[in-house]
């Protein structure tokens, strides 16, 4: 690897981490020594990029800083046309010509040599077999999800019953024939997931729920792991 795409990469690296990365975590996925990385790091530090590292806990990039040029490799070329054939397919229309705009953009802007990857790709997603339905407006429910903002529904679960529910909505799930919902349900007063299509009416409310959705998502995220790992012990028990 070149020496400017290995610096490049050590940015990359850095920006999609949430937290400090090693020189040996960084190393092993470059192939190349420890050595070489605090070398890069410190030649990247030189040129003012805000890299901040600790003796044992690693290196993180702060918040604001980007690369002036737009540099995709053939991988990611081909990773954001199989995410976006999957949105096109699986996801709700305003999401659907999101991911058709964002292929016109990525085929514009990249180097000629790569746009067979958006033009003719090798990989497809498969298309879903049936049209997936909602019963409420899923742009409206992510404006609301970044709003913190509740919703009010009429649902009807699996047993054709209905029920009035004011939820606050922090995550949407799409899978390949439902789309969920999830959410804080002030009925229940615990997290549930409501099936998209299962909402009979829904009113999008200008209240503001009193958690951030992040903290609801890492609570839910949470409560899930420990639901998992009581079913795996329960299984090693039998």
């Known amino acids: 690897m070149r020496r400017a795409d290995r610096l490049f990469q050590i940015i990359q690296i850095l920006r999609r981490s949430r937290g400090p990365v090693t020189a040996d975590a960084m190393a092993a996925e470059l192939e190349t020594s420890k050595r070489t990385i605090y070398r890069d790091i410190a030649d990247l530090v030189g040129q003012r990029a805000p890299i ?100 009010r529904m009429t649902y009807r679960d699996e047993k054709d019953r209905e029920s009035a529910r004011v939820i606050w909505p922090f995550a949407i ?17 615990d997290f549930r997931t409501f099936r998209t299509d299962r909402v009979v009416g829904a009113e999008f409310l200008p209240e503001r729920y009193p958690e951030r959705p992040a ?18 012990e329960a299984q090693a028990a039998e």
């Open 215 to 232: 903290v609801l998502r890492a609570r839910w995220g949470k409560i899930k792991a420990e639901r998992w790992r009581q079913m795996m």
């Open 173 to 189: 799930g799409y899978y390949e024939l439902t789309r969920l919902l999830v959410g804080w349900c002030e009925l229940r007063g």
């Open 52 to 151: 901040r590292g600790e003796a044992g806990i690693g290196y993180v990039l702060d918040e604001g800083y980007d690369l002036p040029p737009l540099m995709l490799t053939a991988d990611e070329v081909e990773a954001a046309v199989l995410g976006a054939q999957f949105v096109i397919s699986r996801a709700d229309p305003v999401l659907a010509r999101a991911a058709e705009d964002l292929l016109a953009k990525i085929r514009t802007v990249i180097p000629e040599q790569l746009r067979p990857l958006v033009v003719e790709p090798a990989i497809r997603a498969p298309r879903a077999w049936k049209p997936m339905e909602d019963g409420l407006d899923m742009a409206a429910v992510r404006r609301a999800i970044h709003g913190g903002l509740k919703i």
